[in-house]
T-cell receptor
Framework: NAGVTQTPKFRVLKTGQSMTLLCAQD?????MYWYRQDPGMGLRLIHY???????AKGEVPDGYNVSRLKKQNFLLGLESAAPSQTSVYFC???????????FGQGTRLTVV | GENVEQHPSTLSVQEGDSAVIKCTYS??????FPWYKQELGKGPQLIID???NVGEKKDQRIAVTLNKTAKHFSLHITETQPEDSAVYFC?????????????WGAGTKLIIKP
């Protein structure tokens, strides 16, 4: 039982490049989330999904896109990376709203 | 929208003493308040949560209190141990586009001195 797995764990991008972060969960959770964590700012919600085939915007969605084609996977795409997107990205999943969220180990992304 | 403020940003306590971390929120409709612990290099992990119909909840050395009138909630850790050293985050639920989502505090780095 792996829980929530994120790939890759580290990545360096050049400004303007694109990339996709993959999140996979094996708990059959309906809800999945992408957060970014910056020093002194806690966690900020980028996008989330309440079920297979659905996505919605969070607090800071600009510059990111997501897809949830399969219930167990939630992909986060950066269309054209900018230095402001340098951050640690966390994926999480939960059974429903207002329930325990289980987090992955994080992806440290640096945009130069 | 919801705003969550967390204090202090850093807290240093002697091993065996108690630690208290406080959070305030702005949305009176918030109804779920979890606390997460994040160890270095890992994702946050839930340690305790409380819902708006309860004023206090305890789990061994950890307790959370909620004051809905004042819109604040606190985490209490008693008999602190070295393994309690971590960053702690509070959060409050907020209704966004017909779905409840969490708004997070900025975090408190707890340091347990031996």
């Amino acid at each position: 039982n792996a829980g929530v797995t994120q790939t890759p764990k580290f990545r360096v991008l050049k400004t303007g490049q694109s990339m996709t972060l993959l999140c996979a969960q094996d708990m059959n959770h309906e809800y999945m989330y992408w957060y970014r964590q910056d020093p002194g700012m806690g966690l900020r919600l980028i996008h989330y999904s309440v079920g297979e085939g659905t996505t919605a915007k969070g607090e800071v969605p600009d510059g990111y896109n997501v897809s949830r084609l399969k219930k167990q996977n939630f992909l986060l795409g950066l269309e054209s990376a900018a230095p402001s997107q340098t951050s640690v990205y966390f994926c999480a999943s939960s059974r429903g709203y207002n329930t325990e969220a289980f987090f992955g180990q994080g992806t440290r992304l640096t945009v130069v | 929208g919801e705003n969550v403020e967390q204090h202090p940003s850093t807290l240093s306590v002697q091993e065996g003493d108690s630690a208290v971390i406080k959070c305030t929120y702005s949305d009176s409709a918030s109804n779920y308040f979890p606390w997460y612990k994040q160890e270095l290099g890992k994702g946050p992990q839930l340690i305790i949560d409380i819902r708006s119909n309860v004023g206090e909840k305890k789990d061994q050395r950890i307790a959370v209190t909620l004051n809905k009138t004042a819109k604040h909630f606190s985490l209490h850790i008693t008999e602190t141990q070295p393994e309690d050293s971590a960053v702690y985050f509070c959060a409050a639920s907020s209704l966004m586009d017909s779905n409840y989502q969490l708004i997070w505090g900025a975090g408190t780095k707890l340091i347990i001195k031996p």
